[in-house]
């Protein structure tokens, strides 16, 4: 299963025409599984109303959910088991990267 972050996500949303979206699309069409958290897609929600363009920035983010990706729960298991791999992640170079960390 590939979990989307949300650096990566809003890469997409922001440059359509990305290496990230292409890797995504490339594992959708292969039948990878993809998911994102329930704490990435607040920090999408959340990013989208404070935003100067809440209405476009929020049809991205349901255009984004359209795709066949699942929505996991987070909680606080899932909270200290993601902290040290929270140290892993951050050690790769660039947003567009860490999708292969």
Known sequence: ?????TNA????L????????????????AGHPVAISSLVLFEL???AAKSARTERNMDRIKDFLAAPIAVLPFDADDAREAAPKQQQYRRCPSTGQ????
């Not at 299963?1 to 972050?5: E, V």
């Not at 996500?9 to 997409?12: N, Y």
């Not at 922001?14 to 069409?29: G, H, I």
């Open 1 to 5: 299963m590939i979990c989307l972050d």
């Open 9 to 12: 996500i809003v890469t997409m």
């Open 14 to 29: 922001n440059k359509p025409a990305t290496r990230v979206e292409a890797q995504l699309s490339a594992a959708l069409k």
């Open 45 to 47: 929600w959340h990013g």
């Open 98 to 101: 860490r999708l292969l960390c």
